[in-house]
């Protein structure tokens, strides 16, 4: 049974006590123990031992959750619900919480938004060449002819390629749909149709890699996508375009795309790498057409609120009896981040 309005059932905060302090504010604990039974001061780190498990019907969880186990879950006879204050519940839900029947949501959606939005501002950026204009402004000092030494730079009717119709995936697509451009859209899981109510035209990923101006990886971190852009689906990039990877470091072969970036012929927006963090010798650090960011494109400082009002809203919606806005289900894990 699900809790009535006229009850708070106990909750416990589980994941690391710095992304708690980061995530819940006092206005956010003020509004959470209007539903629950918590105590707002303790924190999980680890759950062995942990005495207060055999009376929580709810986990809020983030980053640095303990694994929820078979082992945790005997000692939480009482749990039901895991409200994750994060995106990937990869981590910690494992299949022992699908046997027990505990329902599950994932603030993703919420962390999908600023990921989404440095995605776009790359994609805007690298059509307009910002990066290498601004390097020849600032060894030049000088106002120079940029449609000469820039042919054909700006973002009319350039072609995006999106790899993947993930929850960024699909925001991204939306973010875009105001622009001039031509959006491609390459997935398994996603029809003509269906790409088509995104905004996109689904084709297949060596004709996106081909045809795009900008390659755009959405896609989750899974066997089947390992090196997903590998030497010969680099090599079939455009000369001058670019690829941005706001998803998993894994989904690139870090050696081959060096050895293309490093003869200019490419450009690159990696916000995650394989490994993370690269060495400190690799050429992408300081090659002139790659930006490299360290893993910053996801929620960050107030960006981070946004993923706590989600899991709090989830919360209120557990203890009405109303079913999770985001709720995590596990046949979808297999092909999710």
């Not at 989904?251 to 400190?280: N, Q």
């Amino acid at each position: 049974m699900r809790p009535t309005p006229t009850t708070r059932p106990r909750a416990l905060f589980a994941m690391g006590r710095r992304h708690r302090d980061a995530l819940f504010a006092p206005a956010d604990i003020q509004r959470l123990t209007a539903y629950v039974d918590i105590d707002p001061d303790h924190v999980a780190e680890d759950l062995a031992g942990e005495p207060a498990l055999k009376d929580v019907e709810i986990l809020i969880t983030s980053w640095g959750c303990p694994v929820l186990d078979e082992e945790v879950l005997a000692r939480a006879p009482a749990l039901k619900a895991v409200v994750h204050a994060a995106g990937s519940v990869k981590h910690h839900v494992t299949h022992a919480c699908w046997d027990r029947g505990l329902v599950v949501s994932s603030a993703a959606a919420a962390n999908a938004v600023p990921v989404a939005e440095y995605t776009v501002a790359a994609v805007l950026f690298a059509n307009k060449r910002v990066l290498e204009i601004a390097g020849v402004y600032r060894d030049h000092r000088a106002a120079l002819d940029w449609s000469q030494h820039f042919p054909g730079f700006g973002n009319y009717r350039r072609t995006v390629g999106l790899v993947g119709a993930s929850l960024v995936g699909r925001k991204v697509l939306e973010l875009l749909r105001p622009y001039d451009l031509d959006l491609l859209l390459a997935d398994p899981h996603v029809d003509a149709a269906q790409a088509a109510e995104l905004g996109a035209r689904h084709v297949g990923l060596d004709e996106l890699v081909a045809d795009s101006d900008v390659v755009s990886l959405h896609a989750p971190a899974l066997p089947e996508t390992h090196h997903l852009l590998d030497a010969r689906r680099l090599s079939l990039m455009r000369d001058g375009a670019t690829l941005i990877n706001t998803a998993r470091g894994s989904l690139v072969d870090t050696d081959a795309l060096t050895a293309e970036a490093v003869t200019g012929r490419i450009r690159a927006v990696i916000d995650v790498t394989e490994p993370e963090v690269l060495p400190a010798t690799s050429p992408l650090y300081s090659l002139p057409n790659v930006l490299l960011t360290p893993h910053i494109a996801g929620s960050l400082g107030g960006e981070l609120h946004r993923i706590t009002s989600s899991a709090v809203d989830e919360v209120q919606r557990y203890c009405s009896g109303e079913p999770f806005a985001h709720a995590v289900y596990h046949a979808a894990l297999a092909t999710s981040a």
